[in-house]
């Protein structure tokens, strides 16, 4: 029980803002929809988790990137995209996502801690112009949204995404 516990102090301190926090489905797919998630896309997930974001974008057609430090969160999503017939459609990175190369990113997905997004700040003011940008509930430092929607659901507490366009 100590070691478990140790194990995951030290990955939160390690990752700061990684913790693991599923977005429910129905926000999943709101924040593809305030991207405009298209099929000719590429949907970035930082910090994907199970890769539920990544997935309903492929079933939308779009290739999309499962990036996560977290080797179980990069099996899980990698078992869930075979499981829903979409993996050939997604890339897995077991990786720090402040290092990821996000060159052929459109659409950048996150639901990261305000400290962690902040800090993406350089690698996201360096996509593509159109690309877009969504966060779920914390803006990305001090820049001004494009868009703010409120969802409110069975999930309890009320969800904001914000959305910039390059």
């Known amino acids: ?28 797919e709101a924040m593809l929809d305030l991207a405009a998630v298209r099929p000719d896309d590429v949907v970035y997930d930082l910090g994907c988790g199970d890769g539920r974001i990544v997935i309903a974008a492929a079933r939308r057609g779009a290739r999309g990137v499962c990036v ?9 999503s990698r078992a869930n995209a075979k499981k829903a ?3 050939e459609r997604i890339r897995f990175r077991e990786e720090d996502l402040l290092k990821s190369d996000l060159s052929d990113a459109t ?3 996150l639901f990261l801690s305000p400290e962690l997004a902040n800090a993406l700040r350089p690698k996201l003011e360096k996509l593509k112009p159109g690309s877009r940008i969504v966060a ?3 803006p990305v430092g001090d820049w001004k949204p494009d868009q703010v ?3 409110r659901g069975p999930w309890g ?3 904001t995404l914000f959305l910039w366009r390059l």
């Open 149 to 151: 929607v409120k969802i």
């Open 1 to 28: 029980m100590l070691f478990a516990t140790l194990c995951a102090f030290f990955v939160a301190a390690v990752t700061p803002g990684a913790e693991y926090d599923p977005t429910p489905m129905p926000v999943a």
């Open 157 to 159: 507490r009320e969800r």
């Open 85 to 87: 017939g979409v993996a």
């Open 136 to 138: 779920h509930w914390y």
């Open 107 to 109: 659409v950048v997905m």
């Open 68 to 76: 996560d430090i977290d080797p179980k969160r990069i099996r899980q």
